[in-house]
């Protein structure tokens, strides 16, 4: 955690009553879109990972280099929910925060937003942590801390 | 009875990632082949969908993960209809390694019949899928 800065320019973080909220934009590939005319369903959980990236990254990069180093994040749970489509050319906030960090696992949870801030997709992910060998461990401390908010971003 | 359609695949390198596994959301992906089998067994097909005039949107995913899927690893998807509503239904997956019978990963997707058109209006489900869908084992969902 050598570094923590404040934003980064592809990150924005929002205080919020539940905890720090990291935001950042995507704009829609032609490749995401399928023969209905919209996003396959498939690629908001792409999205989701480009969120829960912002949200490592805004805990500092060093940490992000550390984490990839110490282990992994393997996820054991994935759900969505769609609420509107977005298509080819859309620009899409997608907001990530922590909903929950317990002993050996955190679970994100994050929305797709358009433009306007109208919700495309919601949904959360749950991570274990493996540690180099491939073992579920505990959290490590420092990431534990940072994610309940001892160390907010 | 519930009627469990399989569908196989074999795991491209293009679904596997840095950790060595098949990347989570391509999950989702075998879950629509296994969807799009299951229709084709039950009779319409998607372009038999089509044909009707409507489509299938997904308006909830989920998926619980309980062990990795590696390259070239021979994989078996199954697919049974859960809930069946006025517009919409669920199906249940389940992904298992084919050579082991290791289960790997399960879930769902919940999908809305919409119009195939500009506006893609909730529609009823048709009569024909409607009723392979409750012959499969699907509950008729009052809600």
Known sequence: MESRPLSRD??????????PIVETDLWVRFAETDAMGVVYHTHYIVW??????????????????????????????????????ARYGDRVIVRTRVAEVRSRSVTFAYECLDQAGAR????????????????????PEAVRRALIGEAQP | MRRIIESYLRVRYAETDAQGVVYYANFFVWFE????????????????????????????????????????????????VDKVGRTSFTLGYAVL???????????????????????????????????????????????
Do not use: M
């Open chain 2, 97 to 143: 390694n084919r050579t082991t019978g290791q289960r790997l990963a399960e879930g769902s997707t919940a999908q809305v019949i919409v119009t195939f058109d500009e506006e893609r209006r909730p529609t009823e489900i048709p009569p024909g899928l409607r009723a392979a869908l409750l012959a499969a084992g699907g509950i008729e969902n009052k809600a």
């Open chain 1, 48 to 85: 989701f990972e480009v969120g829960r990236g912002a949200y490592w990254r805004a805990l500092g990069l060093g940490q992000v280099h550390a984490l990839r180093d110490a282990g992994a994040f393997p996820v054991a749970a994935v759900e969505a929910r769609y609420h509107a489509p």
């Open chain 1, 10 to 19: 592809d990150v924005r973080i929002v205080r919020s009553a539940q905890g």
């Open chain 1, 120 to 139: 495309l997709v919601t949904g959360q992910t749950t991570h274990l942590f493996l540690d180099a060998s491939g073992h579920a461990v505990r959290l």
């Open chain 2, 33 to 80: 082949v296994a969807r799009v089998g299951l229709l084709r067994a039950l009779g319409s097909g998607f372009r038999g969908l089509e044909s009707a005039g409507v489509c299938l949107a997904i308006v909830e995913a989920t998926c619980r993960y309980l062990a990795p899927a590696h390259f070239d690893d021979e994989i078996t998807v199954q697919a049974w």
